[in-house]
């Protein structure tokens, strides 16, 4: 008992060291990063949810890509860049690897695309 009481207190530890490292922010404050301080945007998503629909002027690299294809975005590694996925999750383990992987200005898009239509706010295809 005493081992899963301190795995759980490991486990909840680090989720709360994850939570500090990268701040979250609302759709709304995401639109206006990218219209105002050339924030890039980095979709998460599969193929299929990408084709659906997305955020204009976003780019697409799915979260089993990201470690491998990080360096195409080195230019945007001091610029804002907000990682986005459907409902934030995929977005949050992105947002990990860009930090853990030198980029100085990340945040996680809070409820991902749902939160972003929810909030009015227009997709492409």
């Known amino acids: 008992m005493k081992k899963i009481l301190l795995l759980l207190g490991s486990l909840l530890g680090s ?5 500090e490292s990268v701040p979250v922010i609302s759709p709304q404050q995401a639109a206006q990063m990218q219209s ?6 980095i979709d998460v998503r599969e193929n299929d949810e990408w084709n659906a629909g997305h955020i204009a002027g976003a780019i697409h690299i799915p979260l089993s890509e990201i470690k491998n294809r990080v360096s195409e975005l ?12 459907r409902s934030g ?13 030198g980029f100085n ?21």
């Open 15 to 19: 989720s709360a060291i994850f939570a």
């Open 36 to 41: 105002e301080q050339k924030a890039v945007i």
């Open 74 to 85: 080195a230019t945007y590694q001091n610029s804002p860049v907000i990682t986005q996925c």
């Open 89 to 101: 999750a995929r977005s949050a383990k992105a947002a990990d690897i860009l930090k853990n992987a």
């Open 105 to 125: 200005d990340v945040r996680n898009m809070e409820g991902g695309l749902n939160a972003w239509q929810k909030s009015n706010l227009k997709i492409t295809s």
